[in-house]
């Protein structure tokens, strides 16, 4: 899909983004092993969380029905040759889910292979699920996903007991389950997702688990099993739990506060004031907004409640009247490195250059984010470079210009934010992909004022 970008409109309004797939892919799959009926609300549609719930409708027998009818309406479609989805899907009752679940102990075999589709965040996390089942399981993806590291979760499902096998340190991922004990493990990389699926197989390991995180990551799993109770203490960056079976959960999905970032820098590139209502705020995740703000963008934030254990609030971005670059050391970027392609719209924009230290985990993502950022910002009439890991945005502005995005969502939706402000027009070839985490992108943009011609 093509979108042709047009500068001058400005983004101003009011809007609510997609709730967060990162917070989904978590409540779905707590929420299917629960004992007990859970009730959730404000699932996004996007392309990772459905395959999590596919996958899930796999091995959870007594929640299949429910999850096969949330998968139906948001538009997915299981075909004997691989994985399609309808992404024109509008039914407000996609984002509601009652699910019924009997506990970890009544996970069964999949009948095939479980697909996680392009998700790592799922495959990542299935994998602790199924660490402790006594069955064998496969775990596949499509092409971009077979090639992204999986020997990091591998590893420490391993010396807790589970036979994992990788292929070349990738998937397909094959996992013979069984009886685990508790380790002490120092995780090697910030990775919430290693850190989520390694606290998933602990509720069912005998004995206390511990990690030590080097850096702190995004809490979503912590904050869930916290809320439900589960025998979890934190202090500093050495997490301990215990073995804990959980009831049911109850509660909407905050917005995706890394979806947010998109509309927060299209509003700042054209001068408008936007208002994102209902939108997470973990600390762990809005580090991104202290980024911002070194560059000149001005927000304001204002919570509202709680949702199991996830903070909730508006975000308000004020007028902007110019940006700087700024530098994110390498010490930082863990706590923005999903938010680094938006950054790096705003810095191509900005008086001076902006540096990303440190940046080399960019190149396993859904695509090389690292050198595709570099080379998506000079094919708009910009200057980038990669120098080692670290990625240089000169700043200036852009001319405009044509890229394609790779199948990468976060590209896709930065570079086309990049264009709004660029002195002419651009075509940003692969905005479908933009569905992988942010369903509706272009459409609410055009709702606040872009102009974009699909």
Not at 33 to 45: D, E, F, N, V
Request: proline residues 7%; hydrophobic residues 40%; contains cysteine.
């Amino acid at each position: 899909m093509r979108a042709r970008v047009v500068p001058g409109g400005t983004v101003a309004g009011r809007s609510r983004v997609p709730g967060d797939k990162s917070i989904a892919h978590r409540w779905l799959i707590l929420a299917a092993t629960a004992r007990g009926t859970s009730r959730l609300s404000h699932l996004p549609p996007a392309l990772d969380v459905r395959s999590t719930a596919w996958c899930l409708s796999r091995i959870c027998s007594s929640a299949r029905s429910s999850l096969e009818g949330w998968i139906s309406k948001s538009g997915y479609r299981d075909e004997p040759h691989g994985f399609t989805w309808d992404t024109t899907s509008s039914d407000p009752s996609t984002s509601e889910l009652v699910v019924e679940g009997e506990g970890r102990s009544a996970l069964v075999p999949s009948s095939g292979p479980l697909h996680c589709g392009n998700s790592g965040t799922t495959m990542r996390l299935l994998a602790g699920l199924l660490a402790p089942a006594p069955f064998t399981s496969l775990l596949t993806g499509d092409a971009s996903l077979v090639r992204r590291p999986m020997e990091r979760v591998a590893e420490p499902l391993r010396l807790m007991g589970a036979d994992v096998r990788t292929t070349d340190g990738h998937a397909p991922v094959v996992i013979r389950g069984g009886r685990l004990a508790g380790i002490r493990f120092e995780v090697p990389v910030p990775s919430a997702q290693v850190k989520g699926a390694v606290l998933l197989a602990a509720l069912r390991a005998e004995g206390a688990t511990v990690l030590v995180e080097p850096a702190p990551t995004r809490d979503h799993t912590e904050r869930a099993l916290v809320a439900l109770g589960a025998p979890l203490a934190r202090e500093g960056g050495v997490i301990t739990v215990g073995p804990y079976e959980h009831g049911p959960l109850d509660g909407t999905v905050p917005g995706d506060v890394s979806s947010a970032a998109f509309l927060v820098a299209a509003a700042a590139l054209t001068g408008g004031a936007l208002t994102v209502v209902g939108v997470g705020l973990n600390p762990t995740r809005t580090h991104f907004l202290e980024v911002m703000e070194r560059m000149g963008v001005r927000t304001r934030v204002r919570p509202t409640g709680e949702v199991l254990g996830e903070p909730v609030g508006d975000l308000d971005v004020l007028p902007c009247h110019g940006l700087v670059g700024t530098s994110v050391p390498r010490g930082e970027l863990p706590l923005v490195i999903d938010e680094v392609p938006v950054l790096a719209a705003l810095a191509a924009h900005a008086r001076g250059e902006t540096s990303f230290e440190g940046a080399g985990e960019l190149r396993l993502k859904e695509s090389d984010r690292l050198g595709g950022l570099a080379e998506g910002i000079r094919a708009l009439g910009g200057d980038a470079d990669v120098v080692g890991d670290d990625l240089l945005v000169a700043g200036g502005g852009l001319r405009g210009g044509a890229f394609d995005a790779r199948g990468d969502h976060r590209m896709a939706m930065a570079l086309c934010v990049a264009a709004l402000a660029a002195a002419g027009p651009s075509q940003i070839e692969g905005m479908q992909w933009a569905e992988v985490s942010f369903p509706g992108f272009l459409d609410a943009l055009g709702s606040l004022g872009a102009e974009i011609e699909g």
